[in-house]
């Protein structure tokens, strides 16, 4: 089975930077994602590593340590619309159409 | 269309009823997930479908729910004899291919058992 765990909440004024960890217990997965999700709404697609290192997409970085069982997602130059409940997310090794999600972290943005 | 879309938006039922939850994928889009949320929780994996092949149904919580997917398109998730723990947001995603990493959600229906 997967285990994925992530810090509950996070707090960090706008213009900062918030580093939001993702650690899991796995049988073996493909690869780690991160998805965002605003209050009531749906969650959207973020970002994706295939392979150890770091990943830059705009504002939102994500890397990936497989040998330490370990990912983070980094959002940089925090805004005001960046208040949202963040997900990590793996493919099952066993069967690939399976994605096990984290309990999510909810970043609160203030001014 | 241009997302993926699900009806009802909000559904309130009296336990025992049956409900019947839909999502249409983006069009074109092969791969379709259901997926279960609890308040402030993650996602639970409930079932896929890639085309028309027989879905992987191991991830259900009990026999009370089944799923189908008509013509490789349109999918119902049905839930009988409704029980309270049942109460969830219900989502539905579509991807374009198998193991494409990109999921494409649904705005979810809101599932209320009383």
């Known amino acids: 089975g997967q285990s994925l765990e992530q810090p509950s909440e996070v707090t960090a004024v706008e213009g900062a930077i918030v580093q939001i960890n993702c650690t899991y217990q796995?049988?073996?997965?493909?690869?780690l994602s991160w998805y965002q999700q605003h209050d009531g709404g749906a969650p959207t697609f973020l970002s994706y590593?295939?392979?150890?290192g770091l990943e830059e997409t705009g504002r939102f970085s994500s890397f990936l340590s497989r040998s330490d069982s370990y990912g983070y997602l980094l959002l940089q130059e925090l805004q005001m619309k960046d208040s949202a409940s963040y997900f990590c997310?793996?493919?099952?090794?066993?069967?690939?159409?399976?994605?096990?999600f984290g309990s999510g972290t909810k970043l609160n943005v203030k001014p | 269309g241009a997302g993926v879309s699900q009806s009802p938006s909000n559904k309130v039922t009296e336990k025992g009823k049956d409900v019947e939850l839909r999502c249409d994928p983006i069009?074109?889009?092969?791969?379709l997930y259901w997926y279960r949320q609890s308040l402030g929780q993650g996602l639970e994996f409930l079932i896929y479908f890639q085309g028309n092949s027989a879905p992987d149904k191991s991830g259900l919580p009990s026999d009370r729910f089944s799923a189908e997917r008509t013509g490789g398109s349109v999918s119902t998730l049905t839930i009988q004899r409704t029980q309270q723990e049942d109460s969830a947001v219900y989502l539905c995603?579509?991807?374009?291919?198998?193991?494409?990493?990109?999921?494409?959600f649904g705005p979810g229906t809101r599932l209320l058992v009383l």
């Open positions: 995603a579509s991807s374009q291919r198998m193991l494409e990493e990109t999921q494409y």
């Open positions: 069009s074109g889009h092969t791969a």
């Open positions: 796995t049988s073996g997965f493909y690869g």
């Open positions: 997310a793996v493919r099952d090794h066993a069967d690939f159409n399976k994605f096990y």
């Open positions: 590593n295939a392979l150890d």
